[in-house]
């Protein structure tokens, strides 16, 4: 019975703690609560804990996604290494942008960052390795600490950015 009267309090608070609000209230103090304002309140900002994509990440993670942004570059007609490239990122629940090569000026891009127009290419952070090689992404991806494997439930990464 304890544990059933636990289990119900510890989902009753984390219903509770779902939403956040924050204002200013008549007198101008700022005001943070789990409770939207009543009367007359400026500048009310509703957040929802965990709503955000980085929050959900892990704290590792999160701060070497900041410290070491990951793009992979990859081409149409690039299909095994490229999704090769893109298995071993969201195996390791790594957040990263994909750009594919489309155009002359993108081409250029690639051509300064590892020499030619090669794909599949992985930038981390102000490194980079030129064609699909697994352990070369691994050693990349664990300097800039990364995780080694996905938490659990984590979800796929990359998408093109144009």
Known sequence: MRHLLMLCLAVATAGALADT?????????????????VGKARDVQRKSVGSEAGDTLPFATRKAAEAFPVTLYTAADCVSECKQARDLLNGRG????????????????????????????????????????????????DLAGYPKSAPYGAKPSGGLSQ
């Not at 609000?21 to 304002?37: C, F, H, K, L, Q």
């Not at 790594?94 to 960052?113: G, H, I, T, W, Y």
């Not at 981390?124 to 390795?129: A, D, L, N």
């Open 21 to 37: 609000y924050r204002w200013t209230d008549e007198a101008g103090r700022t005001v943070i609560s789990d409770t939207p304002p």
């Open 94 to 141: 790594v957040p990263f942008s994909e750009k594919m090569v489309q155009n002359p000026e993108d081409a250029r891009e690639l051509k300064q960052l590892v020499g030619d127009a090669f794909v599949p290419a992985l930038k981390v952070g102000k490194q980079h390795v030129r064609g699909y090689d697994a352990g070369a992404y691994d050693n990349l991806l």
